[in-house]
């Protein structure tokens, strides 16, 4: 199985910063990863796929980069509605897996 | 609008079963592959399983398999997860969600889920 492994687990940061959340695989995917968005009690929203392509209607500061096996999701000035949970997806391998989570709370 | 309807969750028994049920509108279910995550209380989100578009082809996460059945009924517009032998890792809230068809075959949308409680 292709281990996925996000870090940090938790950050805190204020409105306005820039944030930056990396997903490493145990071994190349392409660029077959994805991110999620996940708030409380809520499903998890896709915001970006195929490493670096931003799902629509989700918002530019949101970008994603990488190929292989690192990959990064960026938030250009964090709004008060980007305070949430964020998760990588790999989807090159059956069983697909998913990173552990990274938590964003507000400073 | 897409949208993806989970049902059939409750509270069962160690050793029980029970059926997940995945509505599907708003489009063409029949030409997509559709999944099952879960996540338990306070964790992160697992793969459960997946099925290709017309219900030939099944895969199971090893922690289901032999356990769980993944169907669909194409007709109905609808998915299905049966559950046996339940445990109590079993607990979570599980979701259906569409695999896209674009590069990456990310999950959109997602249901808003089901819980199950596996308990005594």
């Known amino acids: 199985d292709i281990q996925m492994t996000q870090s940090p687990s938790s950050l805190s940061a204020s409105v306005g910063d820039r944030i930056t959340i990396t997903c490493r695989a145990s071994q190349s995917i392409s660029n077959y990863l994805n991110w999620y968005q996940q708030k409380p009690g809520k499903a998890p929203n896709l915001l970006i796929y195929s490493a670096s392509s931003l799902q629509s209607g989700v918002p530019s500061r949101f970008s994603g980069s990488g190929s292989g096996t690192d990959f990064t999701l960026t938030i250009s000035s964090l709004q008060p509605e980007d305070f949430a949970t964020y998760y990588c997806q790999q989807s090159s391998n059956t069983p697909i897996t998913f990173g552990q989570g990274t938590r964003l709370e507000i400073k | 609008e897409v949208q993806l309807v989970e049902s059939g969750g409750g509270l069962v028994q160690p050793g029980g079963s029970l059926r997940l049920s995945c509505a599907a509108s708003?489009?063409?279910?029949?030409?997509?592959?559709m999944h099952w995550v879960r996540q338990a209380p306070g964790k992160g989100l697992v793969w459960v399983s997946r099925i290709n578009s017309d219900g030939s082809s099944t895969s199971y996460a090893d922690s289901v398999k032999g356990r769980f059945t993944i169907s669909r009924d194409n007709a109905k517009n609808t998915l299905y997860l049966q559950m046996n032998s339940l445990r109590a890792e079993d607990t979570a809230v599980y979701y259906c969600?569409?695999?896209?068809?674009?590069?990456?075959?990310?999950?959109?949308?997602w249901g808003q889920g089901t819980l199950v409680s596996v308990s005594s």
């Open positions: 708003g489009f063409t279910f029949r030409s997509y592959w």
């Open positions: 969600a569409r695999e896209t068809s674009v590069v990456g075959a990310p999950f959109d949308p």
